[in-house]
């Protein structure tokens, strides 16, 4: 099993703590058998205090690190630069092959390691400003619910490390997988826009203001041609009013949302079947199957054609 280590540290904050074990806990494959074996650590395998005034015995050292197909920093009280002075070593020591990531204000340690050098990353929007100034060397995105760099991934803060998560288990074993496990532990498999949306900022008050009904009317006319102006009209709004509130609710633009919804669409179908890209574009909504290919490697990383190898693949075996 692939065996993810959650680093504890003094105090961790216990909520973020819990998210890895929870998410990959639940993550099975066809027969029920689990995909995923969660240890906790800290240094010297001691007692954590957390922040909310409470002790937590952790069974497992800073060993379990070394032993860990993927590691995982929660956000802690305690600032990075006073960290127990073995974590920045044993993270800095990790194999090349580990998978690194960080829940919200744990990039800070990851960036004190060094692993965010030269990397986009990201944390809880308050946040990312600090990050920035002392991090120099770290592109900090603050817009968005978390980063994927391949080997090294950063969350945005507190339940963005549901969506992370979700997304690790959703890299590694496909759609099918990932929202089995959004189901069972009741929570979205993808949520839309980023942390944008939750900047503290004026947003329209009444209900009868929301975009909600044009979004849930988009998603059942996916597959045709859907125009701004039509959205604006099924809102009762202009189309510069419509465009703005969306944005403030979803934390996208219209278009872009469009885009992420097709592609989710496709994905889910490259998955499932042996549809030909044209089909399955015409399908998604996409206007050529070129098209299709264009935004599936912007928003995924790969060709819908690698994609599916690596599903299918994995589902096959």
Request: aromatic share 6%; with cysteine.
């Amino acid at each position: 099993m692939h065996r993810v280590a959650v680093l504890a540290l003094d105090g961790v904050i216990p909520f973020e703590l819990g998210i890895p074990a929870r998410i990959f806990g639940a993550a099975t494959d066809a027969a029920g058998l689990p995909l995923y074996d969660v240890v906790t650590c800290a240094p010297g395998g001691e007692l954590v205090t957390t922040a909310d005034d409470f002790h937590l015995g952790v069974r497992h050292g800073l060993e379990a690190l070394r032993s860990a197909d993927t590691v995982i920093v929660p956000p802690s009280r305690v600032p990075a630069g006073e960290v127990d002075e073995r974590v920045p070593g044993a993270l800095r020591e990790l194999p090349a092959t580990t998978r690194v990531a960080s829940i919200c204000t744990g990039a800070f340690v990851l960036a004190a390691a060094g692993l965010l050098d030269g990397r986009r990353a990201t944390t809880h929007w308050r946040e990312s400003g600090a990050l920035q100034r002392e991090f120099p060397q770290v592109r900090v995105d603050a817009d968005v619910l978390f980063v994927d760099e391949g080997a090294v991934l950063t969350s945005a803060g507190v339940a963005a490390g549901v969506d992370l998560c979700l997304h690790m288990v959703r890299r590694d074993h496909g759609s099918a997988v990932a929202n089995r496990v959004a189901r069972s532990c009741v929570v979205p498999p993808w949520r839309d826009g980023g942390q944008a949306q939750y900047v503290e900022r004026p947003v329209p008050a009444a209900a009868d203001t929301s975009t909600a009904g044009s979004r849930e009317w988009a998603l059942a006319h996916l597959d045709r041609p859907i125009t701004l102006a039509e959205l604006a009209a099924k809102s009762g709004m202009s189309v510069r009013t419509f465009s703005r509130r969306f944005r403030a609710e979803v934390g996208l633009t219209p278009v872009q949302w469009l885009v992420q919804q097709r592609v989710d669409r496709a994905r889910r179908m490259l998955e499932a079947g042996d549809e030909s890209v044209e089909r399955i574009a015409a399908r998604a909504g996409f206007a050529t199957a070129a098209s299709m290919r264009m935004h599936f490697r912007l928003v995924v990383g790969v060709t819908p054609a690698s994609y599916r190898r690596t599903f299918r693949g994995e589902l096959v075996r």
